[in-house]
Nanobody, 124 residues
Framework: QVWLVESGGGLVQPGGSLRLSCASS????????VSWFRQAPGKEREGVSC????????TYADSVKGRFAISRDNAENTVYLQMNSLKPEDTAVYFC?????????????????WGKGTLVTVSS
């Protein structure tokens, strides 16, 4: 069963933007903390950003602060990750994950549900 579906990945030039979406037809995402993780080739999975149900306590990795913005649209049951000023080092598969906890743990082992990921490639 596919709990979460990511979309919006693709190839973009350095300095460009992409918006990733994380949607679910099975989970009411407004009751979960939703996180974005990424995994680059040969590297470990790392937390990128997280938004709790009440949207306070939103977190970002230092590497993306000021460039990425996470948001949620409860009417669409979707969480977005707006990525601006993209750099080649942002290249990775991006995963969204949902946690029943009403706070951002930024710990992949805490996540209850995962998507299959979407590839983001930043290259000229």
């Amino acid at each position: 069963q596919v709990w979460l579906v990511e979309s919006g990945g693709g190839l973009v030039q350095p300095g460009g933007s992409l918006r990733l979406s994380c949607a679910s037809s099975d989970l009411n995402l407004d009751t979960y903390s939703v996180s974005w993780f990424r995994q680059a080739p040969g590297k470990e999975r790392e937390g990128v950003s997280c938004i709790p149900p009440d949207v306070r306590g939103t977190t970002y990795a230092d590497s993306v602060k000021g460039r990425f913005a996470i948001s949620r649209d409860n009417a669409e049951n979707t969480v977005y990750l707006q990525m601006n000023s993209l750099k080649p080092e942002d290249t990775a598969v991006y995963f969204c994950a949902a946690d029943r906890a009403h706070y951002c743990s930024n710990d992949a082992s805490h996540m209850d549900y995962w998507g299959k990921g979407t590839l983001v490639t930043v290259s000229s």
